[in-house]
Each structure stands twice: as C-alpha cells, then as structure tokens.
C-alpha cells in the first residue's frame, strides 16, 4: 500500500530539484550541493523506509508473544502500550496537563528563537569566500563628468598603489567591472553612467589570509568604522 506512493513522492522531489544542479555561471557553485545533497537524502531516506524500517519491527515485533488471556478478561499491554498510554491519558483527561503542555512547547520555541539574536547559535547562509580581492563603488552626484569621475577613480587607485599589500589594480569609469556573486545580487553590471566607477584591487594572498588590509585601507579614505570578516577569527 505503501510502496507505490513512497517511490512516487521520492522521485517527485528529486525531479523538482535536480535541475538546480545543471545551473551556469555565478551562481552554479552556490545552488550545486542543495539539489545533490537532497535527492542523496531522499535516496537514503527511501531505503531506510524499504530496508531498515521493516526489519526493525520484524525485530521489536517478532518477540511479542500471542497471550494467552481470553479477551474477556482483558488484553495485556506490552511496555510501549503502557509508556504511551501514561502520558496521552493525561493530556486527553485533564486540561491542567494541556496547558502546562502547550505552554511548555511555546517556550522551548521561544527560547529556540531567542538563540539567534543572542549569537548562540551561527547563522550564516553563505561561507566565507576568503578571496584576495575586493571591489570599490564609486558614485559621484549625478550630472558628474566622465572626466571628473575618471579622475577621482585615478586618484584613489594612486593611494592604493601605496599599500604594500596591493598586487595590482584596474580602474573601470562609465562602464562596470567585471561581476562576481555580490554584483550580480547589486546588479552592478548596470553601471554604465559617467558619474559611476568601480575599481578591482587584487591583494597578495598571503596579505589576505594573515589578516584584513582592507580596514587600513578604508581608512585612508576617511572610514572611521567598518566591518570585515575573516574565517581565522
């Protein structure tokens, strides 16, 4: 009865999900292990259902002996009759155990909640890419010339050139650089404006890994804060 109806919902899901895994470009690398990783769980899932579920009541079940009792006088309750009963005949029967019940229920998942804002638990969807390279945006007021914008990207990518961390550098005014995973979300591949720029500064790795260049040189363009990340910390 079972059978045709588990096969079918397996193969539904997998079929649903597996083309995500043929997906190109940026964002292949992000969405390949979600559909490899749940059709091998589904798989594994449908052969615990055919193969280690049946044996393991074949198991539990294989011991219960038939009784000898006539049921007249009454079955007799085997351990887990018994163990399930004595804790459903109270929540049936009495309302006092209901509510101690359901609000115990709503407060493990409050407390389940309050475990991210209180940084109890990680909550990050996507790793630590730990390249050597980041990108500045440059946006000048709107109406900025071509040649004003080129040079103020000239100017910064002069400061940069300072940094002994700094490999090399290019500069891209009225037209967009070339995208990764962020710009493509930002859309940055639509800076074509000549009031827009952006600037590709690639970092020694060595530099990159040891510690975080970047927050010195944000500061020397002015930025008394700023964030960033690092997967050794």
């Known amino acids: 009865e079972v059978r045709s109806p588990l096969i079918l919902a397996t193969l539904t899901v997998i079929v649903a999900i597996?083309?995500?895994?043929?997906?190109?470009?940026?964002m292949g690398p992000y969405m390949r292990p979600i559909p490899i990783g749940a059709t091998a769980a589904m798989i594994f899932s449908m052969g615990v259902a055919f193969v280690a579920t049946p044996w393991t009541a074949y198991q539990i079940l294989r011991r219960v002996k038939p009784h000898e009792a006539a049921h007249a006088e009454g079955e007799r309750e085997d351990f887990l009759t018994r163990l399930y009963r004595s804790y459903m005949r109270p929540l049936i029967?009495?309302?006092?155990?209901?509510?101690?019940?359901?609000?115990?229920?709503?407060?493990?998942?409050?407390?389940?909640?309050?475990?991210?804002?209180?940084?109890?638990?990680?909550?990050?969807?996507?790793?630590?890419?730990?390249?050597?390279e980041f990108q500045v945006v440059l946006?000048?007021?709107e109406?900025?010339?071509?040649?004003?914008?080129?040079?103020?990207?000239?100017?910064?990518?002069?400061?940069?050139?300072?940094?002994?961390?700094?490999?090399?550098?290019?500069?891209?005014?009225?037209t967009s650089a070339p995208y990764n995973f962020n710009g493509l979300v930002r859309h940055y591949f639509l800076r074509n404006n000549p009031y827009q720029a952006d600037l590709q500064v690639n970092l020694f790795q060595s530099a990159f890994t040891n510690w975080c260049p970047m927050m010195w040189i944000l500061k020397g363009f002015g930025v008394k804060k700023g964030c960033c990340e690092n997967k050794n910390n």
């Not at 597996?18 to 940026?26: D, E, I, K």
């Not at 009495?94 to 990680?122: C, D, E, N, Y």
Request: proline residues 6%; positive net charge.
């Open 18 to 26: 597996l083309p995500m895994a043929f997906v190109r470009g940026l």
């Open 93 to 132: 029967t009495q309302k006092k155990v209901r509510t101690v019940f359901i609000l115990s229920i709503l407060a493990l998942l409050f407390g389940a909640m309050l475990l991210v804002p209180f940084h109890a638990v990680k909550v990050k969807m996507l790793p630590f890419d730990n390249k050597n």
């Open 139 to 141: 946006d000048m007021p």
């Open 143 to 174: 109406g900025t010339s071509f040649q004003k914008t080129s040079s103020v990207i000239n100017e910064m990518a002069a400061y940069l050139e300072t940094v002994p961390e700094v490999k090399d550098i290019e500069t891209y005014a009225g």
